[in-house]
C-alpha cells in the first residue's frame, strides 16, 4: 500500500491530542476586548482507514472573503448560544 493511501493511524484522536499538546502555547493579546469572539469547528472523520477534514467554500454573496476556503463557523452573535 502506498503511503498516500495508507491505513489511517489506530488511535488518530490520541495522535492529535499529541501533536496539540507539544505545541508551545501562545501569549494572548494583551487588549482582549479589541478582538471580537469567533469560533470554528474542525471536523475529523476516517473514510476507506484515511483521516480527512472538512472545509467549506464561502458563497461569493458574503461580504468578507467570498470564495474562500474555512472551516465551518465564525463570529460569535448575540443568538449565538455558545461558539
Known amino acids: 500500500m502506498s ?3 495508507a491505513a489511517a ?3 488518530w484522536m490520541d495522535e492529535v491530542r499529541l501533536r496539540l499538546d507539544r ?3 501562545r501569549e494572548a493579546a ?3 476586548e479589541s478582538f471580537r469572539r469567533a469560533g470554528v469547528l474542525v471536523p475529523l472523520f476516517v473514510r476507506d482507514a484515511r483521516l480527512w477534514v472538512l ?3 464561502r458563497t461569493e454573496s458574503v461580504e468578507h472573503h467570498r470564495g ?3 472551516f465551518p463557523g465564525g463570529s460569535e452573535e448575540p443568538e ?3 461558539l
Request: no cysteine; hydrophobic share 30%; aromatic share 4%.
Open 23 to 25: 505545541r508551545a502555547p
Open 9 to 11: 493511524p489506530a488511535g
Open 55 to 57: 472545509f467549506t467554500r
Open 68 to 70: 474562500q476556503i474555512s
Open 3 to 5: 503511503e498516500s493511501r
Open 80 to 82: 449565538d448560544g455558545s
Open 30 to 32: 494583551a487588549d482582549l
